[in-house]
């Protein structure tokens, strides 16, 4: 299959070896942008499908509650093993009640962005549960459907950059954010890793928008066989689900990569947020978490794996998350 | 029904959020409705006071997570003050009933409102008869010998009451529950989609000049839903060429057995069931041809509580023969009648004190000491009809063929209209509101917008196929049983026969089902089990040319049937 051999002439070497190896180097030079001009207007010429629902992104439309949950367990899972945890990730809300499991409004009274937005998709649920929700895209296109959408719906308090509305879009990148002095309790960039120029920087930047004790969540596709086969012989090529050239087989980051990544300290001299993983190379659960999440046709909906699943799962699809450590 | 009558003063809460600033506002609702112009905006606008739209709404409220996220607002056209404060006397029943099955039973104990039913005037079903009108070839279902009980103990199949009393049950839960705004005598004027840049969503103008936008819009709207004609949904399906009469039967009290059992005799022309209510009491739901009950309705009482009581007992021959006789002289007088069937028990040699028998027998003597033979099976005679009770309507089925549109959704009648010889249309209707609120709790859950496709869609894979099944059992078990060619009626006799045989099977199926305790793998009743072998039964005989292949691969169609029917609710739908 296409599976790009060690020392193409990629920009990036997508061998577990080439990546950890390059990431790393002491001195990176941070990059300008690491979003890719060509995938930006591939976007901008779907905007106006953003939002049907049966259309192009009929498949992430399904796939967003199966997120929403994950990032729901998670955070609810951090709370109740660490009640305290959040209130030091958000000292500014002293008076923050935990919430409990059956409150819809999980997210009440934390500071959550959301890189790569998109049309909203996602950042509309965040701000739905209750999250101070900030979401960018590099896209202007994609801020402009996305603000429209969400200020037809009177539930949202939304604006195009106020600082009191719940629910705010900027067009900007996660490298500029990044000079500002916010920091937020989570940060989500769902299905956007695949897409960028300079993962590493990309991941960098991400990371460094977390609040301590914060969250990170990333969604995308590993880079196997089965995922080459499903995601775009399957999805772009034979049945069009997805429009072709939406992915980029060789851009595809497997879990053990973005768990070599955060295994190793990001800054020099800083703590890693993965301090070890098991001997079958996954982290503790209260560090980091693989979820697979599979597309099964039959059903027309994606399934969130379950944990004890074998490593199949997580062949195509799948979910992470990472918590930075308090200091 | 009309709200102009009404000059009761209604205060109505109205805690729908005018755009901008919540507020909650009393107003009273009556002829004076200009209100200010724009809009207010609700997230679930449910159209249709009847049943299905009140439990909605009603589970809506109940649900803890909802509370606080959730605003309903419920329009209905017609003065629900006049079902909440709707009164009668023990003695006397409405003649519109529903049967419950254990499944909605459990369903109102959960959204609370079994407690607000008057629980006197509804009566467990602990035994239903069936039987075929030509072949006499009967089913007997027995809830006590089949091991199905409902939580609490009680061995019932099903629980009869009138509908009234479930709507002014639901009222009263209603009532207690702030998160529902009730708007009745208010009538949904038009439906049209929005303007607001990307929006489209359903702006609800009513006849009190409020406009409602809607985040979701809900029609449960009955048969000729406005919310699905604007949801541009079709429905396909037809009308059967039967009426339906219905009227409340009074008789004397049996001594041999509570009125707990069910009884109905397909006929060719449609079935007739006697489903009791009260010891005294039971309602008569009578599917037979236009003509016929257009007479019938119009008739002496006596007249139409002699037809019941010969066509659940006279031959078939001979009660075709009487209502050919009733067609060509509607005047027909109650002597002559009874004389009429005195005639033809005596021709076919039925005893006076047989229980078949019922021109010469007062009811009350009936009932009393030694059961006359055969009285198990034959529902007590009927002594007099309650006044002002007889009424029919017409047989339809409707199948809407999706039940979400653009942030619409359809429940009940306005998604599926069906056959009432199960008794199943207002099962179908409770189970969609029922399937809807959980589907709208997970989507507030996972921050989805309600009225997003993707927030519907377990809400339709759910119940589409699953109502679509009862529905074509349902149909088709009315079509087998007009038919009255020989070698049909003796396939559809012998399954029946061999299936009744069957107890310790019937009762390991039924058992083990009703055991587990979800309400989705409990059978909405022995229906189920019987619409399942007759499905077979059709097909089989199709394939076998009716004739001559015998018992055998009859009786293993539905020995197959039944094993899909145990195996069948297992399904792993709900994460």
Known sequence: MARMAPGESQAWSWTARGWASRSFLPQPPPPISTVNDAEVSHFSRLSALWWDERGEFALLHKMNPHRIRFIREKVLEVLQAQPDAMSAAAPASSTH??????????????????????????????????????????????????????????????SAASASATLSFRHVTAETLVQEPKRFDIVCSM????????????????????????????????????????????????????????????????????????????????????????????????????????????????????????????????????????? | MRGASSNIRRAVRVACRRRGSPQVLWRYFSDSGTDAPGHEDCDVVVVGGGPAGLALASALASKRTLRGSVKVTLVEGSDLSKIYNWDLPPDAFSNRVVS????????????????????????????????????????????????????????????????????????????????????????????????????????????????LRARLLVGADGINSPVRSYSKI????????????????????????????????????????????????????????????????????????????????????????????????????????????????????????????????????????????????????????????????????????AYIGNRTALIGDAAHVIHPLAGQGLNLGLGDAAALARCIQTAVMHGGDIGSRTALVPYTRERYFENHKMMSAVDKLHKLYASTAPPLVWARSTGVEVLNELDTLKAGIIGA????????????????????????????????????TGLRSVAGGILQQLGRVASGPGKDQRE
């Open chain 2, 100 to 211: 419950l099955t254990n499944a909605t039973l459990d369903f109102l104990d959960e959204i609370g409102a079994w407690t607000h039913v008057d629980v006197e005037r509804t009566c467990p079903i602990e035994e239903m008869q069936v039987w075929d009108g030509i072949s006499d070839a009967r089913m007997d279902f027995n809830a006590a010998a089949l091991g199905i009980s409902r939580r609490g103990g009680s061995n019932q199949m099903a629980r009869l009451t009138e509908t009234l009393n479930l709507q002014r049950g639901l009222l009263r839960r209603l009532r207690e529950q702030p998160n529902v705004t009730l708007l009745d005598n208010t009538k949904v004027m038009n439906i049209s989609e929005d303007d607001i840049p990307g929006g489209a969503w359903p702006m609800v103008q009513l006849s009190d000049g409020v406009t």
């Open chain 1, 191 to 327: 299905e956007v890793v695949e897409h960028v120029d300079n993962p590493a920087a990309f991941l960098r930047s991400c990371a460094e928008l977390v609040k301590p004790g914060g969250h990170l969540f990333l969604s995308t596709i590993a880079r196997t066989p089965l995922s080459y086969l499903l995601t775009i012989m399957a999805a772009e090529k034979v049945f069009r689900l997805v429009e072709p050239g939406t992915h980029t087989f060789s851009k595809f980051v497997n879990p053990e990569e973005l768990i070599g990544f955060f295994t190793k300290p990001l800054m020099p001299g800083a703590r890693p947020w993965i301090s070890r993983t098991y001997a079958h190379g996954l982290p503790t659960r209260i560090e980091a978490e693989v979820r697979g999440i599979v597309y099964l046709p039959w059903r027309g909906d994606w399934v969130l794996a379950p944990r004890e699943t074998t490593p199949w799962s997580t062949q195509a699809n799948y979910l992470f998350w990472v918590r930075k450590p308090i200091e």
């Open chain 2, 234 to 401: 079709d429905s396909y399906g037809w009308d059967y060429p039967t009426c339906a009469i219905v009227a409340t039967l009074l008789h004397p009290p049996r001594t041999f057995r509570p009125n707990t059992c069910a009884y109905q005799r397909f006929l060719p022309t449609g079935p007739i069931a006697f489903l009791p209510l009260s010891p005294t009491a039971s309602s008569l739901v009578w599917s037979t041809s236009p003509a016929l009950a257009a007479v019938l309705t119009k008739t002496d009482p006596a007249v139409l509580t002699s037809m019941i009581n010969a066509a659940f007992r006279l031959p078939e021959v001979s009660v075709r023969y009487l209502h050919g006789h009733l067609l060509d002289v509607p005047s027909l007088s109650p002597d002559d009648l009874r004389a009429e069937i005195s005639f033809r028990e005596q021709a076919h040699a039925i005893a006076p004190y047989s229980a078949l028998a019922s021109a010469n027998v007062h009811p009350a003597e009936a009932g009393v000491g030694i059961p006359d033979e055969g009285a198990h099976g034959l529902p007590p005679l009927v002594a007099d009809i309650q006044p002002g009770t007889v009424a029919s309507f017409p047989l339809r089925f409707r199948h809407a063929e």
């Open chain 1, 97 to 158: 009640i935990p919430p409990s499991l059956e409150s819809p409004r999980v997210l009440e009274g934390m500071d959550v962005l959301d890189v790569g937005c998109g049309g909203g998709i996602l950042s509309e649920s965040l701000a739905r549960l209750g999250a101070n929700t900030l979401a960018i895209d590099a896209s202007a296109e994609n801020i402009g459907i996305a603000t429209r959408h969400a200020a037809a719906d009177p539930g949202l308090t939304c």
């Open chain 2, 513 to 548: 089902a009703g055991g587990r305790s979800s309400a989705h793998s409990v059978p909405g009743s022995p229906w189920e089990m019987v619409a399942g072998g007759v499905e077979t039964l059709v097909s089989g005989t199709r394939v076998m040319g009716a004739v001559g």
